[in-house]
């Protein structure tokens, strides 16, 4: 809604003194048919691309966790005997190369400055200050969480579809809507007894970090499409009377749109088979496809009133 209105107040300024209405910004030639300025395809963030013949995507879901611990640990040590006097840093902070973690007073009552030998967490803390160090003494540790572990359990009847190297799409419920990369990098040679599963491991990419250690996750593995078939984006395909349409993009005009009923076939998590209904080539609205479809409707409604 507030981006129709802000569609709204950019035509009015655009205009000046031809002063539009929001009836001429979204003007129906025909039936099915709608007319919209850059302006205001700018304000709703509409994306346009042109319909191809892709591989399709299919998935496998799995369940599973993040691992409690990560291999790409780094351990912090004094280089000469001697008693940690401060720390700097605390479990839980983020930290970059070089950065200051603690001192140490040497037994010479030199002071030693411990930093980071990497970006990462400072994930543990073994010794507390005043107590002694030496180079054999782990102070903290240093764990980079950017990449982290997850384990998924794949069931007999799916075994044959997996290989390592597959692309992964990681989930949480803690922030829906939102995909984590990650790859399948280890495939267990052997079936869990009691659950008949197969462990798989992933990389999963946590740059913003955040995905934790221990968290539940869903997976959703890639495995290898068969020929090349029409099908655009989730988000291409609206629902009007019951039929499913996607806008496209004239040709010779920029600014119309004309939604084309279409035969839908297999659904993956974001992607939709176009079995009728659209050509190869044909540039289609990929994003905002929604504002298109509530002003069809909104003009609808307005029409049968007027009756």
Not at 53 to 80: C, L, M, W
Not at 175 to 187: D, I, S, T
Not at 233 to 238: S, T, Y
Not at 240 to 268: C, H, M, P
Request: proline fraction near 4%; include cysteine.
């Amino acid at each position: 809604m507030r981006k129709l209105l802000l569609i709204f107040l950019a035509v009015m300024v655009a205009s000046g003194c031809e002063k539009k209405t929001p009836e001429e910004v979204y003007e129906h030639a025909d039936e099915g048919v709608i007319h919209l300025t850059e302006e205001s395809q700018r304000l709703i963030e509409l994306e346009i691309a042109p319909s191809a013949k892709v591989p399709f995507r299919k998935f496998i879901e799995v369940a599973g966790e993040i691992a409690r611990e990560t291999e790409d640990v780094a351990h912090i040590t004094s280089p000469e005997p001697g008693t940690l006097k401060s720390i700097v840093k605390e479990i839980g902070e983020t930290v970059e190369k070089d950065t200051p973690l603690a001192t140490v007073e040497a037994r010479n009552g030199q002071a030693i400055e411990l930093v980071s030998p990497r970006h990462g967490i400072v994930m543990a803390q073994y010794v507390k200050t005043g107590e002694s160090v030496d180079n054999l003494t782990s102070v903290m540790t240093i764990a980079d969480p950017d990449l982290l572990r997850a384990s998924f359990n794949v069931y007999e009847k799916d075994i044959a579809a997996i290989k390592v190297g597959q692309n992964v799409l990681v989930e949480s419920v803690a922030y829906p809507g939102k995909q984590f990369e990650g790859k399948l990098v280890f495939v267990s040679p052997s079936v869990d007894e009691m659950t008949r599963a197969i462990k798989i491991r992933v990389n999963v990419k946590n740059e913003e970090h955040l995905l934790k250690f221990g968290m539940f996750v869903m997976g959703k593995i890639e495995i290898a499409a068969g020929e090349d078939t029409l099908a655009v984006p989730r988000d291409a395909v609206q629902t009007i009377k019951d039929k499913a349409v996607v806008f496209a993009q004239d040709e010779r005009d920029l600014n119309e749109f004309r939604a084309l009923e279409v035969k839908t076939g297999r659904q993956s998590p974001d992607q939709i088979e176009i079995l009728q209904g659209l050509e190869p080539g044909k540039r289609v609205v990929i994003k905002g496809g929604f504002y298109l479809k509530s002003e069809i409707l909104k003009e609808e409604l307005e029409d049968g009133h007027g009756h």
